[in-house]
């Protein structure tokens, strides 16, 4: 049975920093793309970030590079998100994602992944 448990979220001041984890079971995690993915309150789920297989490539949505850093240790089948300069826009459910065939061919996909975690609360306050 594959689960993919995020952690790490919580309320942080704007200009906060906060460092995500998602643990992943039941799959070869070295097989497996993974990404973030968010969704704030009454809005679309949007992608974050994505990293391939071995972590030799990421992707970020142009609106947050620079700010947020991807990263993943296969030895310890996790995957993380690094998240800098918070603001109150950066609220919503943060969810890691698991991809077996595309290697960030679609990365942005919400329905090229496989596998989802139940996702953790990031909260910003002004």
């Known amino acids: 049975q594959v689960q993919l448990v995020e952690s790490g979220g919580g309320l942080v001041q704007a200009g906060g920093s906060l460092r995500l984890s998602c643990a992943a079971s039941g799959l070869t995690f070295n097989t497996y793309a993974m990404a973030w993915f968010r969704q704030a309150p009454g809005k679309e789920r949007e992608f974050v970030a994505a990293?391939?297989?071995?972590?030799?490539?990421?992707y970020y949505a142009d609106s947050l590079k620079g700010r947020f850093t991807i990263a993943r240790d296969n030895a310890k089948n996790t995957a993380s998100l690094r998240m800098d300069g918070l603001t109150p826009e950066d609220t919503a459910v943060y969810y890691c994602?698991?991809?077996?065939?595309?290697?960030?061919?679609?990365?942005?996909?919400?329905?090229?992944?496989?596998?989802w975690g139940q996702g953790t609360q990031v909260t910003v306050s002004s």
């Open positions: 994602a698991a991809d077996r065939r595309y290697d960030m061919g679609f990365a942005t996909a919400i329905d090229k992944y496989d596998y």
């Open positions: 990293i391939s297989r071995q972590g030799s490539s990421t």
